[in-house]
């Protein structure tokens, strides 16, 4: 059974960093695609990043990429998502998510490609 739990959200000045946490107490979650979204008040739910059941591909948004990094520690069953040079348009709910297709190997950015959720990390950024 896969139970994704994330931690780590809270509130952040512009230009600061927080890193975020997504583990699972499952025993199979080196086989799992990883992804995180975000959902901000009043918008459409929006890929963040992901990575592969290794660890060795890495996928982001454009609106992140040079500021955020995806990584894996399959021995300690989490994901976790560094975030640098936050700004005030990173805040939402940060979710992250597993694909558990087992012949699936490529990072999707569609949220309805994931069988599993979180429930979600408050995000915020303050100007």
């Known amino acids: 059974q896969v139970q994704l739990v994330e931690s780590g959200g809270g509130l952040v000045q512009a230009g600061g960093s927080l890193r975020l946490s997504c583990a699972d107490s499952?025993?199979?979650?080196?086989?799992?695609?990883i992804g995180w979204f975000r959902q901000a008040p009043g918008k459409e739910r929006e890929f963040v990043a992901g990575?592969?059941?290794?660890?060795?591909?890495?996928y982001y948004a454009d609106s992140v990429k040079g500021r955020f990094t995806i990584s894996r520690d399959n021995a300690k069953n989490t994901v976790y998502l560094q975030m640098n040079s936050l700004k005030p348009e990173d805040t939402g709910v940060y979710y992250c998510?597993?694909?558990?297709?087992?012949?699936?190997?490529?990072?999707?950015?569609?949220?309805?490609?994931?069988?599993?959720w979180g429930q979600g990390t408050q995000v915020t950024v303050s100007s």
């Open positions: 990575i592969s059941k290794s660890g060795l591909n890495t």
């Open positions: 998510a597993a694909d558990i297709h087992y012949n699936r190997n490529f990072v999707d950015v569609r949220g309805a490609m994931y069988d599993y």
């Open positions: 499952g025993r199979t979650f080196s086989s799992y695609i």
